[in-house]
């Protein structure tokens, strides 16, 4: 069975930095890409950065790029979102999807979020001003 589980999410001041992790487990191999998504109350869910398999490449939101930080341990089936100089319009639920289908980001459909086919419940990330 196949579980994938989202943490660090929290309460973060402007300017504060926060790491997000997220565990799938259950998966046959390691040949995936991965990515991290969010949704703000009445906001579409948007990309924010993908990761090929290998973790040789990766692609971010141009909102997040230079503060935001998406790595990969395979070893431990672990994806990391490191997230520097949050800003409130960083706010959102985060979320971690697989997309067991494709081991690389197509560079323009990867944030289509139908592409992927394991998500997790999310963990909240809150930047006060």
């Known amino acids: 069975q196949v579980q994938v589980v989202e943490s660090g999410g929290g309460l973060v001041q402007a300017g504060g930095s926060l790491i997000l992790s997220c565990i799938a487990s259950?998966?046959?191999?390691?040949?995936?890409?991965m990515a991290w998504f969010r949704q703000a109350p009445g906001k579409e869910r948007e990309g924010v950065s993908c990761?090929?398999?290998?973790?040789?490449?990766?692609y971010y939101k141009d909102s997040v790029k230079g503060r935001f930080t998406i790595s990969r341990d395979n070893a431990k089936n672990t994806l990391y979102l490191q997230m520097n100089n949050l800003k409130p319009e960083d706010t959102a639920m985060y979320y971690c999807a697989a997309d067991t289908t494709r081991p690389i980001c197509p560079v323009r459909s990867w944030r289509d979020g139908l592409d992927y086919n394991y998500w997790g419940q999310g963990t909240q990330v809150t930047v006060t001003s």
């Open positions: 259950g998966l046959a191999a390691d040949t995936y890409r």
């Open positions: 990761i090929s398999w290998s973790g040789a490449s990766t």
